[in-house]
């Protein structure tokens, strides 16, 4: 990265999937904004009912996620519990092994990812950056 700073809008920062309705779109922020240092994207879930997170787990991992709702309400399944989360709050997943995904419950839903190794340096997932591939 060249400059010091950078100063954007999520809104700036290109889509990519969602090309159904029901499907989320993945902003790749850790990759347009040459983050190193740890994970970043933002998920978007244009009507509701769209996964904003896809179902997945960190088994075998170090890995820790928090989830922030930047806009909208998300219904979060972590494991068998169902959890309603509104602008503004924080999921914080500390267990890799735990099963999670999301989906929007209003329109234009947008969850915020952040995430890292809580044992070792942070190193970018291969499908994290669309520009190099």
Known sequence: MDSKYIVT????????????????????????L??????????IGRETGSRV????SEEGTAHQELY???????????????????TGALVFVADPA?????????????VLAVGAAADSVFT???WDNPYTS
């Open 124 to 126: 970018p997932s291969s």
């Open 34 to 43: 040459g983050i190193e240092a740890f994970g970043v994207n933002a998920f």
């Open 98 to 110: 735990l099963k999670r995904t999301a989906f929007a419950l209003e329109p234009n839903t947008s």
């Open 9 to 32: 809008d999520i809104d700036a920062v290109e889509s990519f999937g969602g090309e159904k309705p029901e499907d989320g779109a993945w902003k790749p922020l850790r990759a347009k």
């Open 68 to 86: 922030v709702v930047l806009a909208g309400k998300a219904r979060f399944e972590l494991g068998d519990e169902k959890i309603e989360a509104k």
């Open 53 to 56: 997170i896809e179902e997945h």
